[in-house]
């Protein structure tokens, strides 16, 4: 079992920034990967990034690719997103994910993930 824990989310305006944060406790010693979801309102959830374990190997979604910074610290057992220039259509329920498939090309797909945390609301305004 891992449990995880998101926080940072809030409201910022058009261009802003915002860092989110998930604490991992359990078993991380077994996660592979770590990934970051969101889902806006009336629409599906979506990757946004993912950082493996142990390379900190690390894929962006087209639509956040440099603005958004996907980091990890193995000894606190925490998963970062760095959100920069934030767009109003960023604005969505942010969940951090960890996965046990040894499969990077799989680490954008949802099903990989195993854990999912219960979200963190980001709101942008214009």
């Known amino acids: 079992q891992v449990q995880l824990v998101e926080s940072g989310g809030g409201l910022v305006q058009a261009g802003g920034s915002l860092r989110l944060s998930c604490a991992a406790s359990?078993?991380?010693?077994?996660?592979?990967?770590m990934g970051w979801f969101r889902q806006a309102p009336g629409k599906e959830r979506e990757f946004v990034a993912a950082?493996?374990?142990?390379?900190?190997?690390?894929s962006y979604a087209d639509s956040v690719k440099g603005r958004f910074t996907i980091s990890r610290d193995n000894a606190k057992n925490t998963l970062y997103l760095q959100m920069n220039n934030l767009k109003p259509e960023d604005t969505a329920v942010y969940y951090c994910?960890?996965?046990?498939?040894?499969?990077?090309?799989?680490?954008?797909?949802?099903?990989?993930?195993?854990?999912w945390g219960q979200g963190t609301q980001v709101t942008v305004s214009s």
């Open positions: 359990g078993r991380t010693v077994s996660v592979y990967a």
């Open positions: 994910a960890a996965s046990f498939n040894p499969s990077w090309s799989a680490t954008m797909t949802q099903p990989t993930y195993d854990y």
């Open positions: 950082i493996s374990r142990t390379t900190m190997r690390t």
